[in-house]
């Protein structure tokens, strides 16, 4: 029988084996993987090789004399432009918004293997597990979805670098389809270089072409545009800068160490070069791998919470269901107008309250703010949402004359609320309104609505609209900020009359509107929204 002490020692040992396997995995998989090969190059025979100029990025900030007829500057996508070392939370938006969230669940699995492998192994398991299967014709993450994360990932250093260059040529080791959108119509550059993806019979099969290609491609722009150049100048990391043979065609390179990425200043959105107005998809935060796997464990809690919160809303009245959603986590503010409260000019026909629209439910909130039954008039709602909707809705036409007479018959029946934008907007924009509104009644009220998620949109253009209140609702602690404004005169009583001061009302409307909001005013509409994240004019998946 074995004794006291050598049981003791049995133990100890197996502690001692357990934690040193422990100690050893988390030194795997949450230290970055160091590839021996990439410090083969360092920083002393860099500088040797061949009598190149080769610089640390930040000289090239007292590069003054560059001509923009006379430079062609080339830029590594990830290490001179991204500030964020990892190419993980961009692969998580590719398989979540195109995948769904069981191709998301796989990639997350595999981010441990991830962190042991390469970094050129890694980005073939990801590419395979994001893109295997997908249809390239539906396929839109690349143009409606990642630009806005890309965008907020963009360092002021290299933006600033880029406004010196003349032509620009971005290249990456990541397929072109992910970037190549991003880089054209947000920052002009005029050449993408990237991997392609392999196509059979419409679909990808989540394998990257041979890096020969894509170098191929690389060197034939410089050859074709670098005619007549003086300056022809390479950006990018210690790893990648002779990855596509920079060192035959650039005059000078500059490198981009882990120190310069560290202390550089992501943009913000006014200093974009192009306004960020529409995007997609349901994620509203950046997938990286600690906030994706809370995530995953928040959706079991949240669909709950979501159940109880629909319940609440539909089933119940205003002074049970306010409290039980501010329970919940649920944030709803109102800013009251004491003079509209005070005044009653509306005799026999209803008041119309005219709102920016943020989510499918902003009438159903103003109507829990001011604690009364209104009729919401709708261009586009889907089956399931009209019939769960606690409060009357009405389906317009877009028809302008059958649109009048539907919205006149509701008014002598009450209190009417329209979205005239038509559809809705995520950013800080507002866009065009439609100016049907200014024509049935005098007594207008503006409202100006605003929203705020931390996990989920609850809105989209590609996706099924029966699921927006939905994912709005699931989010940990969604908020609305209702702001009652002064009201205004509709059309019988605006000064000048006619055709045109029918849209004068409507604009007067959408400046007060965005005045209060803080908010940009465009001429967009809601068919330029969906050609531009969808590639239709907005036809509504219905379920």
Same mark, same amino acid.
């Given at each position: 029988?074995?004794?006291?002490?050598?049981?003791?020692?049995?133990?100890?040992?197996?502690?001692?084996?357990?934690?040193?396997?422990?100690?050893?995995?988390?030194?795997?998989?949450?230290?970055?993987?160091?590839?021996?090969?990439?410090?083969?190059?360092?920083?002393?025979?860099?500088?040797?090789?061949?009598?190149?100029?080769?610089?640390?990025?930040?000289?090239?900030?007292?590069?003054?004399?560059?001509?923009?007829?006379?430079?062609?500057?080339?830029?590594?996508?990830?290490?001179?432009?991204?500030?964020?070392?990892?190419?993980?939370?961009?692969?998580?938006?590719?398989?979540?918004?195109?995948?769904?969230?069981?191709?998301?669940f796989v990639l997350i699995l595999s981010?441990?293997?991830?962190?042991?492998?390469?970094?050129?192994?890694?980005?073939?398991?990801?590419?395979?597990?994001?893109?295997?299967?997908?249809?390239?014709? *539906?396929? %839109?993450?690349?143009?409606?979805?990642?630009?806005?994360?890309?965008?907020?990932?963009?360092?002021?250093?290299?933006?600033?670098?880029?406004?010196?260059?003349?032509?620009?040529?971005?290249?990456?080791?990541?397929?072109?389809?992910?970037?190549? $959108?991003?880089l054209r119509d947000y920052l002009d550059?005029?050449?993408?270089?990237?991997?392609?993806?392999?196509?059979? %019979?419409?679909?990808?099969?989540?394998?990257?072409?041979?890096?020969?290609?894509?170098?191929?491609?690389?060197?034939?722009?410089?050859?074709?545009?670098?005619?007549?150049?003086?300056?022809?100048?390479?950006?990018?990391?210690?790893?990648?800068?002779?990855?596509?043979?920079?060192? +035959?065609?650039?005059?000078?390179?500059?490198?981009?160490?882990?120190?310069?990425?560290?202390?550089?200043?992501?943009? %913000?959105?006014?200093?974009?070069?192009?306004?960020?107005?529409?995007?997609?998809?349901?994620?509203?935060?950046?997938?990286?791998?600690?906030?994706?796997?809370?995530?995953?464990?928040?959706?079991?809690?949240?669909?709950?919470? +979501?159940?109880?919160?629909?319940?609440?809303?539909?089933?119940?009245?205003?002074?049970?269901?306010?409290?039980?959603?501010?329970?919940?986590?649920?944030?709803?503010?109102?800013?009251?107008?004491?003079?509209?409260?005070?005044?009653?000019?509306?005799?026999?026909?209803?008041?119309?309250?005219?709102?920016?629209?943020?989510?499918?439910?902003?009438?159903?909130?103003?109507?829990? $703010?001011?604690?009364?039954?209104?009729?919401?008039?709708?261009?586009?709602? +889907?089956?399931? *949402?009209?019939?769960?909707?606690?409060?009357?809705?009405?389906?317009?036409?877009?028809?302008?004359?059958?649109?009048?007479?539907?919205?006149?018959?509701?008014?002598?029946?009450?209190?009417?609320?329209?979205?005239?934008?038509?559809?809705?907007?995520?950013?800080?924009?507002?866009? %065009?309104? *439609?100016?049907?509104?200014?024509?049935?009644?005098?007594?207008?009220?503006?409202?100006?609505?605003?929203?705020?998620? $931390?996990?989920?949109?609850?809105?989209?253009?590609?996706?099924?609209?029966?699921?927006?209140?939905?994912?709005?609702?699931?989010?940990?602690r969604p908020s609305y900020n209702v702001?009652?404004?002064?009201?205004?005169?509709?059309?019988?009583?605006?000064?000048?009359?006619?055709?045109?001061?029918?849209?004068?009302?409507?604009?007067?409307?959408?400046?007060?509107?965005?005045?209060?909001?803080?908010?940009?005013?465009?001429?967009?509409?809601?068919?330029?929204?969906?050609?531009?994240?969808?590639?239709?004019?907005?036809?509504?998946?219905?379920?």
């Amino acid at each position: 029988m074995p004794s006291f002490h050598s049981t003791k020692n049995t133990m100890a040992k197996f502690f001692m084996n357990y934690f040193s396997f422990f100690f050893f995995l988390y030194r795997l998989v949450f230290k970055p993987s160091k590839n021996p090969k990439a410090f083969h190059r360092t920083a002393s025979n860099i500088h040797a090789n061949e009598g190149k100029l080769y610089h640390k990025y930040p000289s090239f900030a007292h590069r003054a004399n560059l001509s923009k007829d006379q430079t062609l500057l080339l830029f590594n996508v990830e290490d001179a432009l991204l500030k964020s070392p990892s190419l993980f939370p961009y692969f998580m938006l590719v398989a979540f918004e195109a995948g769904g969230l069981l191709r998301a669940f796989v990639l997350i699995l595999s981010y441990p293997l991830l962190r042991l492998v390469g970094e050129d192994m890694g980005l073939k398991i990801m590419v395979f597990v994001c893109f295997f299967g997908v249809k390239t014709k *539906s396929f %839109r993450v690349g143009s409606a979805v990642l630009p806005k994360f890309f965008l907020e990932d963009v360092a002021v250093e290299t933006l600033e670098v880029l406004k010196k260059g003349g032509k620009k040529v971005g290249f990456s080791n990541v397929p072109r389809v992910m970037i190549e $959108s991003f880089l054209r119509d947000y920052l002009d550059i005029d050449f993408v270089v990237g991997r392609e993806v392999k196509v059979f %019979r419409g679909y990808f099969l989540g394998v990257m072409e041979d890096k020969k290609q894509s170098n191929a491609a690389l060197e034939t722009i410089i050859g074709s545009q670098g005619l007549g150049i003086c300056d022809v100048i390479g950006i990018s990391g210690f790893k990648g800068s002779l990855q596509y043979h920079l060192s +035959s065609h650039c005059k000078e390179i500059y490198l981009v160490r882990k120190a310069d990425k560290r202390s550089w200043q992501r943009i %913000r959105r006014d200093e974009y070069l192009k306004p960020l107005i529409f995007h997609d998809g349901r994620l509203a935060f950046m997938p990286t791998p600690l906030a994706t796997l809370a995530m995953f464990m928040w959706l079991p809690f949240g669909i709950t919470l +979501s159940i109880i919160r629909a319940i609440s809303g539909i089933l119940l009245p205003y002074r049970l269901s306010i409290p039980i959603l501010a329970y919940t986590g649920f944030q709803l503010s109102l800013s009251p107008n004491p003079s509209l409260q005070s005044s009653n000019t509306r005799k026999t026909r209803g008041r119309l309250y005219v709102c920016n629209h943020k989510t499918l439910l902003d009438p159903l909130y103003l109507s829990f $703010s001011l604690q009364k039954d209104l009729t919401a008039v709708t261009y586009s709602l +889907s089956r399931v *949402s009209e019939l769960l909707a606690p409060i009357k809705t009405v389906r317009l036409a877009r028809d302008r004359d059958q649109d009048s007479k539907m919205m006149e018959k509701m008014l002598n029946k009450g209190d009417l609320v329209v979205c005239p934008e038509g559809t809705t907007c995520r950013e800080p924009y507002l866009l %065009r309104f *439609s100016p049907l509104f200014a024509e049935m009644s005098d007594d207008i009220v503006p409202v100006a609505m605003d929203s705020h998620v $931390s996990m989920f949109y609850g809105t989209t253009a590609g996706g099924l609209k029966c699921l927006d209140p939905l994912f709005f609702i699931m989010n940990p602690r969604p908020s609305y900020n209702v702001r009652v404004l002064d009201g205004v005169y509709g059309l019988s009583s605006f000064l000048g009359g006619g055709e045109r001061s029918r849209f004068d009302v409507a604009n007067h409307v959408q400046s007060e509107i965005g005045k209060a909001l803080g908010f940009g005013c465009t001429r967009l509409t809601r068919r330029d929204k969906y050609l531009i994240l969808a590639g239709n004019e907005g036809i509504v998946n219905k379920c």
